[in-house]
């Protein structure tokens, strides 16, 4: 798989990276939220020694402890989709095994004892799903999981017991958002069982009009159609999202170009940036490639920059303690040398 940063599957596509994520736990171990921090770093030591036997694993991965970092470089890891924000909130506690080309994690300690997740550039849900099955089996070669014939991959959340399997899509979606149908599609989508969250997932704004779309049943149906029915979910918003385009770009066509070029002369030329309405322009300029309206901005740049751009990154290659003010400036200086 490739890292989705710097992936070559998605040139103009909609959808950004596609995310698998497994759900386990160890068979007689109380699950993480009741284990004192000692306990819970035992976990860890036991599930990654085990995992690191198998020499693909020991050669390709290493465990990152959440408890020997500082808060800005979880954060990092965060942004980067790498981790959530349970594991964080747990950090005392909790690590992940990360593989060299940032495409594989396996968060410890979460609100689960396991969770695997795999992620790749563009819509490639069935090859995230691949790979991750891979090292779930090598895991389970030494991990005696917590199973039931019955009701499948027991889990601390009802929500994902069978399975134990989230899908997900990071898809770009202005369009719609701009037209205020976000809502509509949300409350469709409810009642199939699929779910529309913000960029990092539950809890979070869909800045820069980024979505993530995952499955939401989890018992009672097989891994590959959790896979088949997401994609064809997805691909109807694809075909909603272009057609919304076309109606607009229709009706205000110098209004939607207008806001599309004026989003890139800001990014070239804004000597203070905030977060917020850096991804927004940068959602803007996006649309622009995707519309076959720009052609000398790369696409995998402007992915990476959704990422590179957020407070962890900015503050990772300057001063941690720098003021909001001049971690605005450092983005916008950082933006203006990313595009030149």
Not at 52 to 73: G, M, P, Q, T, V
Request: glycine content about 6%; charged content about 25%.
């Amino acid at each position: 798989m490739e890292n989705w940063l710097n992936s070559n599957e998605n040139d103009t596509g909609l959808v950004l990276s596609s995310r698998i994520r497994l759900a386990r736990n160890l068979k007689t171990v109380p699950f993480p939220d009741k284990l004192s921090n000692e306990e819970g770093r035992k976990v860890i030591d036991d599930i990654s020694n085990k995992f690191s036997e198998n020499s693909y694993a020991k050669e390709k991965f290493r465990c990152i402890h959440l408890w020997e970092n500082d808060n800005n470089s979880n954060v990092e890891f965060l942004e980067k989709h790498l981790i959530s924000k349970k594991l964080i909130e747990n950090r005392d506690k909790s690590a992940f095994i990360l593989n060299d080309n940032e495409t594989i994690s396996i968060m410890l300690n979460e609100e689960d004892h396991i969770r695997l997740q795999g992620i790749t550039g563009g819509f490639n849900l069935k090859k995230a799903y691949e790979e991750l099955d891979k090292v779930d089996d090598l895991l389970e070669q030494n991990v005696d999981y917590a199973f039931d014939e019955k009701l499948g991959y027991l889990t601390a959340c009802p929500t994902n017991l069978g399975t134990g399997m989230r899908a997900s899509v990071m898809i770009h979606l202005p369009s719609l958002s701009m037209n205020k149908e976000m809502s509509g599609i949300l409350n469709a989508l409810t009642q199939i069982g699929i779910t529309i969250r913000g960029l990092f997932g539950e809890g979070s704004a869909a800045t820069g009009s980024l979505y993530q779309v995952s499955n939401q049943v989890t018992l009672g149906i097989k891994e590959e159609d959790i896979i088949s029915n997401l994609k064809a979910v997805i691909e109807q918003i694809i075909n909603q999202e272009n057609l919304c385009r076309e109606q607009i770009y229709k009706k205000y066509k110098y209004e939607l170009e207008d806001k599309i070029f004026r989003s890139l002369g800001i990014l070239k030329n804004a000597v203070i940036l905030d977060s917020s309405e850096c991804l927004n322009l940068i959602s803007n300029v996006r649309m622009g490639i995707e519309m076959g309206l720009i052609s000398d901005v790369n696409i995998h740049l402007l992915d990476s920059l959704i990422v590179t751009t957020q407070r962890a990154a900015i503050r990772k290659n300057c001063n941690n303690n720098m003021s909001i003010q001049e971690e605005n400036i450092k983005r916008a200086e950082y933006v203006k040398e990313s595009l030149k």
